[in-house]
Nanobody
Framework: QVQLVESGGGLVQAGGSLRLSCAASGSISRIHAMGWYRQAPGKQREWVATITSTGSTSSADSVKGRFTISRDNAKNTVYLQMNSLKPEDTAVYYC???????????????WGQGTQVTVSS
């Protein structure tokens, strides 16, 4: 019905940059908040950043000043620009969105399949 597809993960050296993308598709009427979460091996999934439909952003203290979240509402896409990457940023990154579907009109919280980000020291 609604899918989120992430891309842009990979292997990068410490201090490097990556840009993640997440595109939503399906029976979408509108998208409210979109965000990124991550899960490192052996750890719980943690929140990284959120952007509302009007462009207000918030991010975790651990990534403030290094990661920037943005979105293109015309493309139903959210981005995560990650700079000054550290080995502790290594994780699977998941996209999340709160979506209003078309007929029937429902609210859904949707997750992507995840994309691996590995930062080597």
């Amino acid at each position: 019905q609604v899918q989120l597809v992430e891309s842009g993960g990979g292997l990068v050296q410490a201090g490097g940059s990556l840009r993640l993308s997440c595109a939503a598709s399906g029976s979408i009427s509108r998208i409210h908040a979109m965000g990124w979460y991550r899960q490192a091996p052996g750890k719980q999934r943690e929140w990284v950043a959120t952007i509302t439909s009007t462009g207000s952003t918030s991010s975790a203290d651990s990534v403030k000043g290094r990661f920037t979240i943005s979105r293109d509402n015309a493309k139903n896409t959210v981005y995560l620009q990650m700079n000054s990457l550290k080995p502790e940023d290594t994780a699977v990154y998941y996209c999340n969105a709160v979506v209003v579907t078309t007929v029937p009109v429902t609210y859904l919280e949707v997750w992507g399949q995840g994309t691996q980000v590995t930062v080597s020291s």
